[in-house]
């Protein structure tokens, strides 16, 4: 946190677009549907400039720039599929299936290390592909004005697939530092619960609220049709 103690500063800048597909199906049977989707993710060109901040980093000097270079960010391409059971008309029970290839993140790493610390470096970021299963369960009670109350509740696992640092647990070696800076994280599970109110046949309000070892995250919206 002290600037004085930086080996190196990235300065990350971009302004670019793209373009990406994405398709799905949907397939009623009778209490049962069926759905899945694919979604491609884009991918987006950003300078990235490495600059020394003391001076044992091969031929870079200090305050001096060891690298600029175009970096690619791939967005995670996601599948999902899953299923919704009516088994009584008020009672809706739904499982899901996830699959988000986090390895699209990485690319060639830009460190400004010297070349042989720098491939350490490259070869020891590792990510792995998030695979999450989602449950959930709805309750709607509809009254004779028209009127609905919904109750809404949920859980769902997510795997670990923070970028972390391949390294010896008790050395930190190949590179000490970057084991620090890139630990593994933790698999966490996720639950949820809401609400949702149809006041009047244009108008609609919900709210939910999710918890995980984490976060704590509240939400709410509000749909008026005209």
Known sequence: KDPAQLDLMS???GDDHAFAWNGGFRWS???LVL????????????????TAKIAHLG????????????????????FAAGLAYRPIPPLTLSFQYDFV????????????????????VDEGLKVDDAHRFRFG??????????????????VWHDNDHRVYFDHDSDTGLPY??????????????HGSGGVGLVLQPHFQVDGGFGVS??????????????
């Open 59 to 78: 031929e870079c000097r200090p305050e001096e720039d060891c690298s600029t270079e175009i970096v690619r960010f791939k967005v995670p391409d996601t």
């Open 11 to 13: 300065t990350q800048k």
């Open 137 to 154: 369960v709805e309750y709607l009670k509809v009254f004779s004005g028209g009127q609905a109350l919904s109750l809404r509740g949920g």
């Open 101 to 120: 290839q986090f390895t699209d993140l990485l690319g060639p790493q830009i460190s400004g290390l010297p070349p042989s610390a720098g491939r350490t």
């Open 29 to 31: 049977l009778g209490s």
């Open 35 to 50: 759905a899945g989707a694919y979604r491609r993710g884009p991918s987006f060109d950003y300078t990235n400039t490495v």
């Open 176 to 189: 000490p530092q970057y084991a620090m800076l890139f630990p593994r994280g933790e698999a966490q599970t």
């Open 213 to 226: 070892g984490l976060y704590q995250t509240p939400s709410g919206s509000a749909i008026w049709e005209f």
